[in-house]
């Protein structure tokens, strides 16, 4: 140990090896003959600053700001977009000579081409993935597959109640010349749903409740944000309405204003509007019995159509109609039709020149029974959430 110890003192006692690597005679001489090269080519170009010619324009002052080059780099090169098709295609020919070998391997093995062929020759099965994401669905696609059991259904079917999901309302009725959103409520609104109300003997409002601790609020925002905006009766209007209902807060606070106004008109003798007030419900009426419309703490208001229309039943209506556009609707109405003591009942789906009417009653008439328990366990057990 005392050797090491002295090799290493006597290793470090040299002057020369103490000194930077850079102090040496020749990287010195090297760094002299740089800087006097540098200095040299700065003066035989002069100073930039000093020559007229470098203005192109001369309209354009020094002070302008200089755009941004969004040059690529080497640590983010550019990838070039390939279409699905093309995508689709390169995986045939990629599978072209995986099937070529396989196939020759089972000809000289006496392979069975059956049991080759029932195999996938990729990680997922295309059925379940494309191009290794995913497939996703579209929920629309499953009122395609309904029974189609009248073919011309009548543009606007006969009802005594309809009921109507506020949030696809509210998203149909643009503010147009409404500058504030009593106006919206008065003018906009309220009119949409009177003209409801001048056929049908009662009319159902429901609307959206937002959670913050809710599983869907991830979704939501998914699908976009907005500008926080304060509803009151004398709060402006914002001027893009789609970004203003992708706020939460926004829509809570405007369904509640659109409750109490449309609840407050004056409607005809024998007639009444109901509308959610959060776990609540408004009437027009004094009825006081809302022990099954409220309180309801379903979030969204597609199970809580069916609470209002299972309580328009019992309160003897006879044909119900419902405007929704989800076609969680048109499932949950189908699975749960036949438990109503109802004649019949109508969806209003679509919106634009795609508007029908979905005859839920004959739909689950066409379906049976025996496809309907699923449905109605789902009803029950959403009930009691």
């Known amino acids: 140990m005392s050797r090491m110890i002295q ?6 006692s040299s002057a020369e090896q103490r000194d930077h690597h850079e102090q040496k005679p020749g990287v010195q001489s090297a760094f002299s003959h740089d800087v006097v090269n540098s200095v040299s080519c700065f003066e035989e170009v002069g100073n930039p600053f000093q ?31 390939v279409s ?21 391997a089972c000809q000289n093995r006496d392979g069975n081409l059956e049991d080759f062929f029932t195999y996938e020759n990729q990680p997922w099965p295309p059925s379940l993935s494309e191009l290794g994401q995913l497939r996703g669905g579209v929920k629309a696609d499953l009122i395609k597959c309904l029974p189609n059991t009248t073919p011309q259904s009548p543009k606007q079917p006969e009802a ?23 106006e ?57 309405w789609k970004s203003f209902l992708r706020v939460d807060e926004n829509k809570e606070e405007l369904f509640k204003l659109l409750a109490t106004t449309v609840v407050s008109l004056a409607v005809p003798e024998g007639k009444e509007i109901y509308s959610t007030h959060g776990e609540n419900v408004l009437c027009s009426s ?47 109405a189908v699975s749960i039709v036949n ?22 009653h004959a739909v689950a008439a066409s379906v049976g029974p025996a496809k309907l328990i699923h449905g109605n366990a789902i009803i029950s057990c959403a009930h009691w959430l």
């Open 7 to 12: 090799e290493f003192q006597g290793g470090t």
């Open 51 to 81: 020559d007229e010619r470098r203005f192109i324009d001369g309209s354009k002052p020094v002070t302008d700001t200089l755009k941004k080059n969004n040059l690529p780099t080497l640590n983010a090169p550019t990838k070039k977009a």
């Open 84 to 104: 699905k098709d093309k995508a689709k295609v390169q995986v045939l020919r990629e599978d072209c000579p995986l099937f070529s070998r396989l196939y020759i």
């Open 160 to 182: 005594d109640v309809v009921i109507l999901d506020g949030a696809v309302i509210v998203q149909m009725l643009q503010p147009r010349t409404a500058r504030t959103f009593i």
């Open 184 to 240: 919206y409520a008065t003018t906009v609104f309220a009119p949409y749903v009177l003209k409801h109300l001048e056929t049908v003997r009662r009319v159902d409002l429901v609307w959206d409740v937002y959670q913050d601790d809710s599983l869907k609020k991830s979704l939501r925002e998914k699908r976009g944000t907005g500008q926080r905006r304060k509803v009151l009766e004398s709060t402006r209007i914002a001027r893009d």
């Open 286 to 332: 004094n009825r006081t019995d809302l022990g099954v419309l409220a309180p309801c703490n379903h979030e969204e208001a597609d199970t809580r159509l069916i609470v209002h229309a299972n309580d328009a039943s019992s309160c003897g209506y006879r044909r119900i109609k419902i405007r929704s556009n989800d076609t969680d609707v048109v499932v949950l």
């Open 339 to 360: 438990t109503l003591a109802i004649d019949e009942m109508w969806i209003t789906h679509g919106s634009g020149k795609n508007v029908h009417n979905i005859p839920v």
